[in-house]
């Protein structure tokens, strides 16, 4: 039910009665997940989102929040945002390893943590196989290393 929802606010709404039900070790992981999450979605939307990224230059990017001080800042009484920006700064490390190596984001490994899995299935290696005009073409695959000598473009 949630994978079918057309839209990432949906699917989040249809998952709140089941938050109960998640891993026990969430908040140890999260961060981890939510790098390897902004990585295949770099991967899946390449141009526009690697265009999104550098379209910010330098600039802090902070995840505006009005309920979220961990993953984003929240807009305090004297117009200023406070909170941790974690979203934020993952997007801004990611924006530097873009910038760095953009080669190097073109494959991403599963998290390397316990049951890594989506609906019993183990995540596969994601790698970008071909970029397009509006969104990559990716390619699940078992490669144990994601070495650019070693990645398989179609």
């Not at 709404?13 to 998640?22: A, C, E, G, L, V």
């Not at 990224?53 to 961990?70: Q, W």
């Not at 390893?97 to 080669?103: L, Q, R, S, T, V």
């Not at 316990?114 to 699940?140: M, W």
Request: hydrophobic residues 40%; proline residues 6%.
């Amino acid at each position: 039910m949630i994978l079918n929802e057309g839209s990432p606010m949906t699917a989040k709404m249809r998952s709140k009665p089941y938050r109960k039900d998640s891993r026990p070790d969430w908040d140890e992981v999260r961060v981890p997940v939510m790098k390897w999450c902004l990585r295949v979605k770099l991967i899946c939307n390449w141009r526009k989102f690697s265009e999104l990224l550098l379209s910010t230059g330098d600039r802090p990017i902070v995840e505006d929040s009005r309920k979220d001080a961990y993953w984003g800042a929240m807009m305090q009484e004297d117009d200023t945002l406070n909170g941790q920006n974690v979203l934020g700064r993952l997007l801004m490390e990611l924006r530097t390893k873009f910038k760095e190596d953009a080669d190097a984001l073109c494959c991403v490994k599963p998290v390397p943590i316990h049951d890594f899995s989506l609906l019993g299935e183990s995540i596969p290696v994601i790698t970008l196989s071909q970029s397009q005009e509006a969104n990559a073409l990716v390619r699940l695959t078992k490669l144990d290393d994601c070495e650019p000598t070693q990645r398989a473009f179609l």
